[in-house]
């Protein structure tokens, strides 16, 4: 043995010395987010398959725990019912160990749940996700799992920009963002797939800044030839999500489109909304912008009653499904009203489908996101912490 042992040393010795300019690995950060998954509901059906522990969140005491789970919760006078239990608390946390999933109503989901009983005796539902493990269960939704992994990455970096972007506006709130398109499309675990979870991984931590800072990278399903100008829709003026011409997103099934209303459909949603009309006359363009897209129209009707509205609080009010984009003409024949319209979605930032054409043509994931979010850089979230 001992003539061995120097041949041994030889191998295992320059393992067991560190190099002088070796850099130390970085643990990536991962900031838990604070997702709203189930809103003003009277109960909730809860499963878990292995142990978990139960703790008010505004005293971190521990109130039950166990092993297996399937019960109802709901409200209660005092608290909140779980199962025959009532836990005299109306803010409970659910927390299992990072392998298990908490299945709430079916839906599979990472992290830790947050259940708060509301003033109304309704329950609001929170899952408490680590960033990384939130992109899982987004990118499936908001985009196709079949496209190109540089389409997907960039996918990847715009949602965790985005999210982060998200959670720095909402800190005071109970919770950081919806599961809807009103934020982001969010299903836990459930809608994790090999190539987009693949995506995050690839890109972890990676996110857009402009002038050193995160800013809101919007997206949208296809922009029809020419993203939108943040400014036209919010307050917000930021060169990096100003308009930019997009050809590359014509193979998209959105990129034309025609809705047929019923016409008393319409005139109801906008009573709605504060608009009081009769029978709809006309509807007609006031002005467009520079993107392409409307952004005022004149609505009359029968009693001479006449309102401008901006085309975006007509979308809102109509339908973002039923409106698809701004970039529309409309005409009313009899009792409905037809808009042909180009592209899906508010226009800003990163063109999904354009971002599809571009991965097809060779760019990669910087490339793309250069092109739709011109003067923005890529970096990691260790470099901006300190503004989260």
Known sequence: MK??????????????????????????INPVLRVLVLDNKDNVLMAIKGSYRI???TSDKLLTGGYILHTVVSASDQGIMFGQRDLKFSKIRVVVPESSFIY?????????????????????????????????????NEISHRWPIEAIKAQAVTARTFALHQARQNKLKDYDLTNDIYSQVYSGATSERWSTTRAVKLTS?????????????????TCGGHTEDASNLWNINLPCIKGVECGYCKESPHYRWVKTMMLADVEKKLNAGGYKLGKIKDLSIVSKNNSGRIDKIEI??????????????????????????????????GDKLILKG????????????????????????????????PGAKITTIDKIADKL
């Open 342 to 373: 180009i592209g899906w979605g508010h226009g800003v930032g990163m063109c999904q489908w354009g971002a599809k054409g571009l991965s097809e043509k060779g760019k990669t994931c910087k490339e793309i996101l250069d092109f739709y979010y």
């Open 300 to 333: 009359n009707d029968e009693a001479g009653i006449s309102y401008i509205i901006t085309a975006k609080d007509f979308r809102h009010m109509i339908g973002p499904n039923e409106v698809r984009s701004t970039n529309f003409e409309a005409a009313i024949n």
């Open 205 to 221: 931590g990676e996110i857009l800044t402009y002038n050193g800072d995160i800013f809101p990278a919007y997206y949208h399903a």
């Open 3 to 28: 003539k061995f042992f120097p041949l041994i040393l030889a191998i295992l010795l320059p393992l067991l010395v560190v190099r002088a300019d070796a850099q130390p690995v970085k643990k990536s």
């Open 104 to 140: 709430i109503d079916g839906r599979a989901f990472r992290g830790s749940v947050d259940i708060i009983r509301k003033e109304n005796m309704k329950l609001m539902v929170i899952n408490r996700v680590p960033l990384e493990e939130y992109l899982y269960g987004v990118l499936y």
């Open 55 to 57: 703790y008010s969140t």
